[in-house]
């Protein structure tokens, strides 16, 4: 959640308006944070490549996991979650907006995942279980893992962005609140 909703957005905003409008000695302002009109096309160009790769793989990855079995899509999705954190953390730090790019890509194609879920869960699930299963899944893998997302990103927000070393470092609140959220997603995939 922090990861894709909260930091990514920032992010994209900062490197675009860091580049343009915006030089570091005024990072304060509020024109620095608000979305212009090339970051917001940007950061609509890096959700529209999001969005066309989930379209794009979750046309496919049905077929290639009945041929080769869930575990392995499985296991490669959580290996492109992973991927997808660490080009997020490289972007950044490098203030770099391809690599956000090539993020949203491996998140896309990463995406078309719970339907994977779901058939896994009834593949190996004993009939007089398989309710039981499935109820796990919803409650912990989805109501569970959304608010355990947002409460981690209240955490972590509320220890990386405060009022320390605005005049001096102004990037430092949100480096701290980038990496620290970019890591975690890495992590916890």
Partial sequence: I???????????????????????????????????????????????T??????????????????????PILILALIGYSLTGACFLIGWEAQSKIMFYVGAGILG????INPQVYA???????????????????????????MLGAVVSLIITGLTTGSEGAEDENLTPYNKLFVASYSTGLVFS
């Fill in 50 to 71: 999001l969005r066309i790769c989930t379209l794009v793989f979750g046309s496919i990855i049905g077929a290639v996991s009945d041929r080769y079995g869930r575990k």
């Fill in 2 to 48: 922090i990861m894709v909703f909260i930091a990514m957005p920032l992010s994209v905003h900062l490197i675009v308006n860091l580049g343009e409008d915006c030089p570091e000695n005024r990072i304060e302002e509020e024109q620095c944070f608000a979305p212009t009109d090339k970051s917001q096309r940007t950061f609509t160009w890096i959700l529209t």
């Fill in 120 to 146: 896994y869960v009834t593949d190996i699930s004993a009939p007089n279980r398989l309710a039981r299963n499935m109820g796990y899944v919803q409650g912990f893998g989805y109501f569970f893992g959304l």
């Fill in 109 to 112: 194609a990463c995406s078309p």
